[in-house]
């Protein structure tokens, strides 16, 4: 089945410090997706990307979908306390024909003041 | 509030008790999946209902089971619990093509002792 990788699974920046996260699917997505969830809530949709090297950006946050619809990354520039979470990608393979969505095991940031 | 609905907040239970958690969907969303988080660990897809219909399952067990009611209201039913059964359980919702993603609820929070 599909599988959605996400690295890394931990990451530790100082207030100031740029973040990435990385996602890389075993197959082919007709769409990736990403989600935050704060510490003790529920993941919270943040945007959807759906062509072939897409590039959106949300205020610090910018969002990439690779040329072969495979991965996808996530970068926070200069990080802030209201950045701590954890940050998940999902996709819809392509070849589904549903649109169950499925997860990677996300990226927990936190960020030391 | 997402607009999901998810009762009860948290739940503690004996092994081999039957639980019965409650979910009710954003209005006008007909489809609602159903995820398990463990500690650290990413959103596993359980099961997903289309306007009353089963849709797709995941690493469902046969201990689960769910189902989605006229009004589109779901629950999913845990039995024989045992203490690995202990997690937070997701249920989101989405409109039709899930173009603007799953709005998830506040989960339930279920501990099997």
């Known amino acids: 089945g599909q599988q959605v990788m996400q690295i890394p699974q931990y990451q530790h920046v100082q207030e100031g410090e740029d973040f990435t996260t990385y996602c890389n699917s075993s197959?082919?997505?007709?769409?990736i997706q990403w989600y935050k969830q704060r510490p003790g809530g529920h993941p919270v949709f943040l945007i959807q990307?759906?062509?072939?090297?897409e590039v959106k950006k949300q205020k610090r946050l910018t969002f990439q979908f690779g040329e072969a619809k495979k991965n996808s990354s996530l970068h926070i520039t200069a990080t802030q306390t209201t950045d701590v979470g954890t940050y998940f990608c999902a996709g819809v393979d392509s070849g589904a024909g549903s649109y169950q969505l499925t997860f990677g095991k996300g990226t927990k940031l936190s960020v030391i003041p | 509030d997402s607009g999901v609905t998810q009762t009860p907040k948290h739940l503690i239970t004996a092994t081999g008790q039957r639980v019965t958690l409650r979910c009710s969907p954003r209005s006008g969303d007909l489809s609602v999946y159903w995820y398990q988080q463990s500690l650290d660990q990413g959103l596993q897809f359980l099961i997903q209902?289309?306007?009353?219909?089963?849709?797709a399952k995941g690493n469902i067990l046969e201990r689960f089971s769910a189902q989605q009611f006229p009004d589109l209201h779901s629950e999913l039913n845990l039995s024989s619990l045992e203490l690995g059964d202990s997690a937070l359980y997701f249920c989101?919702?989405?409109?039709?093509?899930?173009?603007?993603?799953?709005?998830f609820g506040s989960g339930t929070r279920l501990t099997v002792v």
């Open positions: 990307l759906v062509k072939s090297g």
């Open positions: 197959t082919t997505l007709s769409n």
């Open positions: 989101a919702s989405s409109a039709q093509g899930n173009l603007y993603g799953y709005t």
């Open positions: 209902y289309y306007n009353g219909e089963e849709r």
